[in-house]
C-alpha cells in the first residue's frame, strides 16, 4: 500500500472511533491490512494536520485549511514540498505562504491546484508543512 492509501486508512479510522496512541492507531492498521511502523505513522499524523484533542487523535478543522484552499501537503524528496488546493486557489495559497515568511522556504511555484515549496533541506521540511497547517488552521 502506498502512503497515500496510508494516510487515507488513517483519516477513515480516526473518523471511525477515538484513537488515543500511535500504538493503537498502528494495530488497527496492521489488523486492517496495512503494515506501518510507529515511525511512519508519527510522520503521516503531523503531515495530515492530525492533532490530539482530549485526548484522542482528531482531524484538522475543515472550516481551516480546506476553506481556504489547502487540500493536503506532502513530501517529494529531500527539499520539496508539494502543496494541493482546491481547483484555482493554488495562487492564492501560495500569495499567504510566501507572505508568511518561513526561513526555511527558499521559494514556492503555484499551478491551477498544485504548489511546489523549495526548502532549504531535507531537516526542514517537516517545520515547513507544520508551519503551513498551522497557518492554515
Do not use: C
Request: aromatic share 4%; hydrophobic share 45%.
Amino acid at each position: 500500500m502506498n502512503k497515500r492509501d496510508r494516510q487515507q486508512k488513517i483519516l477513515s479510522l480516526i473518523r471511525a472511533k477515538p484513537i488515543a496512541t500511535q500504538e493503537t492507531l498502528r494495530e488497527l492498521l496492521e489488523n486492517a491490512g496495512v503494515a506501518a511502523t510507529q515511525s511512519s505513522v508519527s510522520r503521516d499524523l503531523e503531515e495530515l494536520g492530525v492533532v490530539k484533542h482530549h485526548g484522542h487523535y482528531t482531524l484538522p478543522r475543515t472550516n481551516g485549511a480546506g476553506a481556504r484552499g489547502l487540500v493536503s501537503l506532502d513530501l517529494a524528496g529531500d527539499n520539496l514540498v508539494v502543496a494541493r488546493t482546491h481547483p484555482g486557489l493554488a495562487s492564492a495559497v501560495a500569495v499567504e505562504i510566501d507572505a508568511a515568511t518561513f526561513p526555511e522556504i527558499v521559494g514556492t511555484i503555484a499551478g491551477e491546484d498544485t504548489i511546489f515549496i523549495a526548502v532549504r533541506d531535507q531537516k526542514a521540511e517537516r517545520a515547513v508543512i507544520k508551519s503551513i497547517w498551522g497557518l492554515f488552521s
